[in-house]
């Protein structure tokens, strides 16, 4: 299929037009929104479900020389991402070289939501994809924190980040213990541990209603991404908005580069160019409120969740499948 | 007439990711303890915040109340004070009155 | 079927059930609570889930003349009930005009729930109705608003009303921009973009547990009509209660001859029935609240919710429906 | 299927497993969660839908000898087992006789969630079980409670017990209108007054899904558990700690040989020993706290969610099913 | 200038099963209204609490705020606090300014 | 010692309804920030009500904390008032002590 098919017909599937809906809603101050209480456990649904899909297909396929091969891809692109971002960031603005780290860290983590919109996509298509992606997914997440983390401080005078006394160390341990990791990796070893029976006995609440309960959340992110660009727009200059865009193309281009010997399925590649695409919106901005609060949350909240999000949803997606039929199998 | 001790009382809003900072710190003051209490929204100087919709913990505030002896109140707001240097948020101290002197 | 066996057929429905469960619950005092958090989402999931639904019904059957007309009548009819209502209310009690403005919009304007009852029993039944009444419902939300402010101000001295500076237009605005009705046109605009397809994608969230859902949320609803009544039921003088049952008749017998000459379904005309004998109590009580605090909320939350929301789901819409089979097709 | 069979297959179910990834992941000091209001709403659910099945089984088999017998056992053994536990404690430990007191009624109370946990390994093995059992769940709640009161008083100087000034009566009252209660057992009669024909109508939302929402249950009960365990494990004595394994042995036995004539099913015999084992952690801490607010709540929430609770969905399950082999037709 | 009148602010953090029980010595005491906040978590002498995953009452705090006449905070006091000397909780009391002194 | 400096706290409990009107007012009045807390239940004049269950925001009410400087304290409590004259709720002011004083 051509990108314009794929992207047309991505485009009118319920999942985007309910984040449209939100988006509109909140620009047009609407006062819908979902509770706190409610978003914070789709989100964690949508882990479980995931990890647990994620999970059984490994304990059909087992581990292969692949998986560990394509995990090692992403630990990989989780670490140089970032620097890549820091220095392109540092060149082209004029941000801070705090602001800039914070924002690369966003870029070489992933988004779990983008992911699950990749493999809905993939699906529709009818392509199947490698279930260990999860596992890639999730060891994809931390790395790049502490990619930003040398990248700020050697730019800092000593002893002014991580003021605070946390080492690294602290940090890494308690952003690896956050909610989103450990439902995604708990619920993959359960899978993983229950198999095929064991999804058969919860089916009904992760796999049936799962479409469902995402354009709900899509919803929910379409209206905070439109309430954060009302109060963050301000805060983006012409530059850094094109690094919210060219950014996760340039890491498609390196993802698809790097698995292109591996040998993964079409639809495996596309969900991993994705992953490599995506920017993280909820494990590492809570991170870099810790790790680096000089830099500006109303930047790379904006950035990730008002700009790349969106763009990866509606275009990127379809971009990095017809880019995964090429160096997919 | 009920007898009564005058206490400080420390209200404290703060972003939800460095909560944990707080408490740290507030245990290290010695205070006997502190109430969490969940914040809505709000706007400051850094503009509007809500936590509808969040499912992370970035951009939510939560407000912690700690009631303190006087003589320690100097101490606890130094720590929070420089806490506060670095993240999101605001303390105001008032005075209170208690009734079980011993328990704070 | 008749009147007698439509009633006690709806009368032991898992939905009427739940709701009775709740009201005695509150009533006797029981602390059973469902979380605001949890009720906010439920009503959300109702109007995604019938909004879709009837966006695909239009998909399906396209826009027709039919679907015109009756958007008319329910938009006249949401303009003129606050007007009978009003005087009415003047007339047989001691409330004051801008109370009686206020309970007038309520009864104007339409209870969500009341209508998936409605299509639920019209279901029951095996008849099938008009997909189009969703957006029937959205169109009749708002005017009731309108035309109870300006009997308000017409019997006010001037600007004694609307003190607060705000144009009615704002208000409109934001009632027109309020969280029930952006869920409900935007998941109807979304149903109807994708169709049965994206009906396909997302049914097993928004279909099949959707009754389930409902008992829940009904069960709520009868835990706060309980506690509207124990707290309200001295604000309602006896012509005001009366009013709560009398004026849903009326409502319901004024819609019945607006449609005698449309042609709808049974199921349809029942439905159309419904709506205009339901009475708001999510929309219209906050709205009220802007535009006329002075009027009393005791009075018109526990009209609308204690009183006719009751009498509706236990007795008015099984009269409705009786009624539709006179004068739908 | 022997003792050692049981355990493994038990072992290894997502329901066990979601527990114990909620158990390490607040022993790891984590900050995943479950939001309140959504736990609330879940213990409310997995009560609507229990409820209603035992109603729909009880509509389906009428009111039998059996049942009443059943639940006239329950209700005996709700009274008793306070009283041994209580003298059992007394016995070994140096709890005070209101710490013993307020443990004791936890234990002749019961643990809806350990009962629905058993009635799905039973269900797992192929075996049928009888559905008043749900009733008999609901009559076992209380009676414990005033059991431990007489206790509590007979100890205490008159006047110190109870100086609330509320009677014991009063007191009764309000747990047996607590939320958890007045959702079972009004479950319980919609679920019996509609019959299989009400099920089928809401089945995709209390059927289909269940076991995966009560995995998500079981994850957060891992979580409290967790949690309190970290702060109240310095609260326990090696003697209480043994009490909390080796009281719901005892009650196991009692309730095996109570049965023994009355011929309940295998997986009936599984279920109602499983009843007499389990404690309560919702109903009794909220009831002791208003009733023997002196009794220390991280003693009893400790024992009965950190230590009991896990024994019996581990091990003490698979026992009672083993256990009921030989007691059950 | 607005006209202000001084009042009694009493603010009482307590155990969540005993809610009913302070309400009803508040409307005994004759206060004029109160209003309830939830609270997240908290520390004291009995440990750390949070309301995160409880699917009951018991383990979760509220805090309850009245705005009483002078006049009427000692009785007041006096009812919340025999309360708290068997239940889980704190009160403090703090003097603020109203502007409708008959509403109180 | 810290060096604190004395502001007002102004706390407004409301019908939510109401809220975007007392935020613009607030906003008018020039306050540098505000604070939103959700609230659970409350008894006043016109009897009890609780959030709980309520899918509008008709019937719920929410806590908004300000802190103001001395100077616009009249003001803001001024344009408060005349907001609370038609709408369900109430207001008080207290003295607090903040540690920056260019914050607020
Ligand atoms: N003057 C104020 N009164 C009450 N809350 C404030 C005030 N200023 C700031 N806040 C709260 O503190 C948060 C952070 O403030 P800021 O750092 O100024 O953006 C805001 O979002 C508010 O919730
Ligand atoms: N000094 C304090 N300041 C604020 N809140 C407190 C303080 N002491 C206790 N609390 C609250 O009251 C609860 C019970 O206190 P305690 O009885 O000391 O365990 C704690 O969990 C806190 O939420
Ligand atoms: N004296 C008071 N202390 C604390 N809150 C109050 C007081 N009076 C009223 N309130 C709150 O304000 C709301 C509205 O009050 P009212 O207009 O008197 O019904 C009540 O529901 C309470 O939440
Ligand atoms: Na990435
Ligand atoms: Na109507
Ligand atoms: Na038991």
Chains 1, 3, 4 share one sequence.
């Not at chain 1, 220095?87 to 992911?115: C, K, M, N, P, Q």
């Amino acid at each position: 299929m051509s990108f314009l098919e794929l992207a047309s017909q991505n485009l009118v599937s319920p999942m985007v037009l309910f984040f449209a809906l939100g988006l509109t809603a909140a620009l047009a101050r609407s006062d819908l929104s979902i509770p706190e209480a409610v978003a914070k456990t789709i989100a964690l649904y949508l882990m479980m479900a995931i990890g647990f899909k994620g999970g059984v297909e490994v304990a059909k396929s087992g581990i292969t020389a692949l998986m560990l091969l394509v995990m090692l891809a992403g630990v990989l692109l989780s670490f140089i991402i970032p620097v890549i971002g820091f220095f392109a960031l540092r060149a082209v603005s004029r941000l801070s070289a705090i602001d800039a780290a914070a924002i690369a860290a966003h870029y070489g983590s992933i988004s779990i939501v983008t992911f699950v919109a990749a493999t809905e996509a993939v699906r529709g298509l009818g392509l199947p994809f490698e279930g260990f992606l999860v596992a890639v997914a999730a060891v994809m997440e931390t790395p790049a924190i502490l990619s930003a983390l040398l990248l700020a401080r050697r730019a800092q005078p000593p002893g002014q980040v991580q003021g605070e006394g946390e080492s690294a160390g602290a940090l890494i341990r308690e952003v690896g213990l956050n909610a989103s990791v450990v439902m995604l990796v708990g619920s993959f070893l359960i899978g993983w541990a229950t198999g095929p029976k064991g999804l058969a006995m919860i089916a009904p609440f992760i796999v049936d209603p799962f479409r469902g309960v995402l354009c709900l959340f899509l919803l929910d992110m379409g209206l905070v991404a439109g309430r954060g660009m009302r109060e963050g727009a301000r805060h983006l200059a012409p530059p850094v908005l094109a690094f919210g865009i060219l950014m996760p193309l340039f890491s498609a281009a390196v993802a698809a580069l790097l698995i292109l010997p591996l040998g993964l399925s079409v639809g495996g590649a596309a969900v991993f160019i994705t992953l490599a695409a995506s920017a993280s919106y909820i494990a590492v901005p809570a991170a870099m409120r810790l790790a680096l609060p000089e830099a500006k949350p109303a930047i790379y909240l904006t950035l990730s969740l008002g700009v790349t999000f969106p763009f990866n949803l509606a275009l990127g997606i379809p971009l990095y499948l017809a880019l995964a039929q090429r160096v997919g199998l | 007439m009920v007898q009564t001790h005058l206490k400080k009382r420390i209200e404290i809003i703060l972003e939800a990711p460095a909560l944990h900072r707080l408490t740290d710190r507030l245990n290290q003051a010695g205070v006997t303890g502190y109430t969490i209490v969940p914040v809505l929204a709000g706007r400051g100087q850094d503009g509007t915040w809500s936590a509808e919709g969040l499912a992370g913990d970035a951009g939510r505030l939560v407000m912690v109340i700690s009631i303190v002896d006087a003589a320690k109140a100097d101490d606890v707001l130094d720590r929070v004070y420089t806490l506060l240097a670095r993240q999101i948020g605001i303390v105001t101290v008032s005075d209170v009155q208690v009734i079980r002197a011993d328990h704070f």
